[in-house]
């Protein structure tokens, strides 16, 4: 029994280094939203991690203290384990009939150091960081209350070592800050949701949405309004009959109403004020509307929702730059950013615009990054934002039905107009892009 007292003593000394490795590297690692959520529920070794992982100064001397447990477990396996397995191999080897007392001793020394560093490295330094970034939060979790044991009792050490480094960082000009928490970037952000949907733990639905969220605040009105071309407005003093027209052919929650021209917006009339006016049979008038907002085409979404929130409406009129009216923009419209594509009637799912020969039927107020997505390429125009705008603008002339053109791989046929605007286009494939994209997926 005496002679494995030394292996123990040799094994222990790994476990113990391998445990203070893995306390800095769960610490380090563990995810913070869920420590915060344990600790709501009141756990209380989740409570003591929340408090070091939300005061920097206690999670510096957490690290400084397994840092430490680390230097003395390595120091006690070289001088006491070397001395004991040299020994070992030195028996062994004069059992042998080595050469010569110097080789001995000299071959089990390397003997020794070789195999000493080998189980360090693998037991005490890489399974423990491999499985304390793999599981980090139970990690953290179990060694919290050891590793505030061996705080308390290293303190003063701790203490005089961590002033010790920062007081030759002193000299060296270089001053130790403290920070509590890392706070991410929007891109950071895009790369987390990326990795989080990569490994399975977001759904790409999930995932897509956060993108859009992500990119929100940084669209203006321009990029999300509903143009001019495409408002339908109410006149003022409209009668009964022609309200009546108007909602039964356009269906809407809000119409905008314009005094004379659409360059007059006065006001907004919900559809419910519309059927109060039918049902009262009077015409319309400006006691029956409600304010709205004006806002430049360079305004932030930010600024959109601002001035919606101020007016306690959900539209807003957008200007340009010579004061008449750009386009509107609703508060659906701004949902529609982040959740896709809100149909007003069932059934009109993006599937259904897809036809038996593999044409996509497109809408032409469809933004470019929007049709990009939905073909999975990368589909942009630096002069133009819309399909419609793309094609009056590659065509240079007002567009007819049967208009037929090729935009970076993507054959591109009118097929409907409303005015001198495109209504509808279907798009194609070309058969190189084809090819290529069947390559992309096979790799």
């Known amino acids: 029994m005496e002679g494995w007292i030394p292996v123990i003593i040799i094994v222990l000394l790994i476990l113990l280094n391998g445990l203070f490795v893995a306390a800095e590297f769960a610490i380090i690692g563990v995810p913070r939203t869920t420590i915060e959520l344990r600790a709501i529920t009141g756990e209380a070794s989740a409570i003591r991690v929340q408090a070091i992982l939300r005061d920097p100064i206690q999670q510096d001397r957490y690290i400084a203290t397994a840092q430490l447990g680390i230097t003395l477990a390595s120091l006690g396996l070289g001088m006491y384990g070397e001395h004991v397995l040299a020994q070992w191999f030195a028996g062994w080897l004069e059992e042998l009939n080595a050469s010569s007392w110097i080789a001995v001793h000299t071959l089990a020394s390397v003997l020794a150091i070789t195999i000493l560093t080998y189980f360090h490295i693998v037991l005490g330094e890489m399974v423990p960081k491999s499985l304390a970034l ?16 061996i705080q308390f009792a290293t303190y003063p050490l701790v203490a005089t070592l961590n002033g010790l480094g920062t007081a030759i960082l002193r000299i060296i000009g270089i001053e130790r800050r403290f920070t509590s928490n890392h706070y991410h970037t929007a891109e950071e952000l895009q ?14 639905e999930a995932g897509q949405m956060l993108r859009e969220l992500l990119e929100f605040r940084e669209q203006t009105a321009e990029e999300v309004m509903v143009p001019r071309v495409h408002i339908t407005g109410i006149p003022m003093g409209a009668s009964p009959e022609e309200l009546s027209t108007i909602i039964r052919s356009t269906p809407h929650t809000r119409y905008p109403v314009f005094d004379g021209t659409l360059d007059q917006i006065v006001g907004l009339i919900h559809i419910k004020e519309i059927l109060r006016l039918l049902v009262a049979n009077h015409s319309l008038h400006q006691k029956n509307l409600q304010v709205l907002s004006f806002v430049p085409e360079t305004a932030s979404v930010d600024t959109v929702l601002t001035a919606m929130r101020r007016a306690h409406t959900h539209m807003v009129v957008v200007i340009d730059e010579y004061g008449g009216t750009s386009g509107i923009v609703s508060i659906e419209d701004l949902c529609e950013e982040v959740v896709g594509e809100i149909e007003e009637e069932p059934g009109a799912s993006l599937a259904a615009f897809v036809d038996t020969q593999g044409g996509l039927h497109v809408p032409g107020l469809w933004r470019l990054d929007e049709v990009g997505k939905r073909l999975g390429i990368n589909f942009s125009h630096k002069e133009v934002d819309t399909l419609g705008g793309l094609v009056l603008h590659l065509l240079g002339r007002e567009p007819i039905v049967g208009d037929t053109l090729t935009y970076q791989g993507i054959r591109i046929m009118v097929t409907a107009l409303e005015g001198r605007g495109v209504k509808w286009c279907v798009l194609t494939l070309c058969p190189d892009k084809e090819k290529e994209n069947q390559l992309e997926q096979q790799s």
């Open 191 to 204: 790369l987390i949701v990326e990795e989080s949907e990569e490994g399975g733990a977001l759904n790409p």
């Open 134 to 149: 793999i599981y980090a939060e139970g990690t953290t979790l179990w060694m919290a209350r050891p590793m505030r044991w």
